[in-house]
């Protein structure tokens, strides 16, 4: 109330919502949105061919032709169709059958459904959901909502985040003592902490699921978003079937994909999908049950999604707009990634393991005794101690790393790199002449 800051403007870097960060939208994506939502424009001489073509194709299969119909509740059937296309072409091959396409809203949507489906029992029978730490907190949350119980398996900070088959035998092992783990969450890229599992590593994982029986869950949202030289995006699905039908005939697999990252950061359609393999088909008709109560993803956001897996190809008169389009994005952010990663590891007392992909950072911060102490006395977790002052002396929002979990005695906080490059530049130093003042004042 009228209290004189510091700072003119709040940056916002706690939340990786791309356009509110004034990322521009894709207009081959919002050309085909537009004319289903509004088809009198298929009529108009400013819309390209191939654009009205897509929007043909969704129309025909809505109810009605309209946008405005309910859509069967596992989505439109020519969407499924497109995402199982783009499934196998991404996947080198390996067959996607459209029945196992779930259209959903967000992949949050699609991760709540399965977790739902998923957890049972009672007392030490209760469902054991394994997830890495740090962890997106969709995860915790959606445990304790569903009275699940929440594993934990911590990643190798020491090794980029890397996750070690080695500490998910020990949580699963110590799991067993209390509940029944069965379920194994994998985020990959991961949020917040930014690292492309190695093809090895997903295999070993993919081996401890079959071994375990466990149902594995991986959240590929962020498949797009790769950024490290030697780094390279592998799906869940295909690494699966690479290893031979022993595999590909058992492991439970749901993969999730969305509108909401990449390079078009349409968070506010709602659109994503998941692929469930491996389903017993009682399960299955559970799965279809549970989901047909809430009638059907917005169909809308299916529109939108169906882009996403169906872009324009190179004979097709948007191929070159869209791909600029596309690629300055994912330029752009793997240069903020790299700018992020440098800086940070300027500043003493600042940690930062590399971005490798997704779009956050979670630097490590040094936070000494005497700040530790202050915090206690201001009843908050020393990070969060850390983050409120950030905010206060330079406007700068950014989510302090207990709100994803961290090592004990070990403190983060989460920054997303979707600032324009110039503002990031800027931020970026409000933040090391912060933290430098922050161990002053502390020390
Ligand atoms: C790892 C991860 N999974 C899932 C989601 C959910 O995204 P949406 O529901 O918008 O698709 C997010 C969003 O930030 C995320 O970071």
Redesign the pocket.
Known sequence: TGIKKPFTEVIKANI?DAHAMGQRPITFLRQVVALCTYPDLLDSPSFPEDAKNRARRILQGCGGNSLGSYSASQGVNCIREDVAAYIERRDGGVPADPDNIYLTT????G?AAILKLLVSGGGKTRTGVMIPIPQ?P?YSAAISELDAIQVNYYLDEENCWALDVNELGRSLNEAKTYCNPKVLCI?NPG?PTGQVQSRQCIEDVIHFAWEEKLFLLA?E??QDNVYSEGCQFHSFKKILYEMGPEYYNNVELAS?H????GYMGE?GY?G?YMEVINLHPEIKGQLVKLLSVRLCPPVSGQAAMDIVVNPPVPEEESYVQFIKEKESVLNDLAKKAKLTEDLFNQVPGIHCNPLQG?MYAFPRIFIPSKAIEAAKGNKMAPDMFYCMKLLEETGICVVPGSGFGQREGSYHFRMTILPPVEKLKILLEKVKDFHIKFLEEYA
């Open positions: 990786g967000g992949a949050s949507d991760i997106y969709l985020i949020n959240d949202v962020y999730f969305s509108t909401s990252k968070c709602r994503g997704a």
